[in-house]
Structure formats: structure tokens, C-alpha cells
Nanobody
Framework: QVQLVESGGGLVQSGGSLKLSCVAS????????ISWYRQPPGKARELVAD???????HYEDFAKGRFTISRDNTKSTVHLQMNNLQPEDTAVYYC???????????WGQGTQVSVLS
């Protein structure tokens, strides 16, 4: 069973916006800390942002002021709103879930974000 499904990637011009979604078939969803990672071409996978079970959010420096992570526990969904996208944001973006108690980990298949200069 696919437990995390990302969507919302695409191709945008520099300065554009995209909103990514991650729908989780994990229960209870509220027990999971959800993160977005990304992997640029030829680079290592890196953390973008995360949001925990009490909806506290954390952002890596490159995402601060441009990206917003949010969750809707009633819909088992996490979003990543990305504004003012730049070419260096081009990457495959992955949803990641870790159970707060027990530490079980799940990865989505990724969604491509491409930003043109």
C-alpha cells in the first residue's frame, strides 16, 4: 500500500509559486511528524521543512520567508506552499513521515519541481 503520495510539482518561471501536497494513508495521522525533503540533480537529499504533531514548523535557511508548511489532520494532508521560486529550487521534492512514538519512517515517491531562469 502506498502510504504517502505527493502532488503539485511542475514547471514555473523564476519568481513563481507552487503548492505541494502530501496525502498520507497513515493512522493516526496526528501521531506523525511530516517533513519535506528535496534532492537537486546530482546533489544529496536535504531537508526543506518539517511540522510536528503539535503543528510547530521548522524551516531550513533557504526556505525561510519563502516556503510555508502546514497540515490538516482532518484530511491527513500536509502542504508546502513555495513562493518566489528560484532555479536553485529545482529538485525532486519528497514527503517524509516519522511516527512520534516508535519512530517508524515512510517516504513518498517524490514530485518534480523545475524552475526556469
Amino acid at each position: 500500500q502506498v502510504q504517502l503520495v505527493e502532488s503539485g510539482g511542475g514547471l514555473v518561471q523564476s519568481g513563481g509559486s507552487l503548492k505541494l501536497s502530501c496525502v498520507a494513508s497513515l493512522a493516526p495521522f496526528a501521531f506523525y511528524k511530516i517533513s519535506w525533503y528535496r534532492q537537486p540533480p546530482g546533489k544529496a537529499r536535504e531537508l526543506v521543512a518539517d511540522i510536528n504533531n503539535v503543528e510547530d514548523a521548522h524551516y531550513e535557511d533557504f526556505a525561510k520567508g519563502r516556503f510555508t508548511i502546514s497540515r490538516d489532520n482532518t484530511k491527513s494532508t500536509v502542504h508546502l506552499q513555495m513562493n518566489n521560486l528560484q532555479p536553485e529550487d529545482t529538485a525532486v521534492y519528497y514527503c517524509h513521515a516519522r511516527r512520534i512514538v516508535g519512530g517508524g519512517v515512510h517516504w513518498g515517491q517524490g514530485t518534480q519541481v523545475s524552475v526556469l531562469s
